[in-house]
Structure formats: structure tokens, C-alpha cells
């Protein structure tokens, strides 16, 4: 299994989105990002996983969201 990585400058305000396959295959990344700048913290993650769900959820959905605060 190969993860994958990246780095990026965490300031105020960053938000990032770590998650499973079950969320990001059968939800296409416009929808995720739409979906991300509609809604915040736990309801964000809800609306996510919704998503998946209704795309038909082929396969566990894990996901977090962290929000880099003050």
C-alpha cells in the first residue's frame, strides 16, 4: 500500500481533508470542493459522506476533516 503524501503551509484558516477511496471514487473532486466551500466543520463531514452515499457508496467511507486554528 502506497500512501499518498503531500506538504503544504498550514496557516489560519487552512483545511484539509484526509479520507478513504469510499469518498473520493464515486464523488467527483468539483463535488467535493463544492461541498467544502458550502459548509464547515461537522457539517461538512456529514454532507461528504452523504454524498458518497447517494453516489452509491461502493466501498467504506472514512474521512477528517482538520481545520487549522488559532
Not at 466551500?37 to 482538520?66: C, F, M, Q, S
Request: a negative charge; glycine letters at 8%.
Amino acid at each position: 500500500m502506497e500512501p499518498h503524501l503531500s506538504r503544504v503551509p498550514l496557516t489560519v484558516g487552512t483545511r484539509l481533508l484526509v479520507c478513504s477511496d469510499g469518498l473520493t471514487d464515486p464523488v467527483p473532486p468539483e463535488q467535493l470542493a463544492a461541498i467544502l466551500a458550502e459548509h464547515r466543520d461537522g457539517r461538512a463531514a456529514y454532507e461528504l459522506w452523504r454524498a458518497a452515499i447517494d453516489a452509491g457508496g461502493p466501498d467504506n467511507i472514512t474521512l477528517a476533516l482538520v481545520s487549522v486554528e488559532e
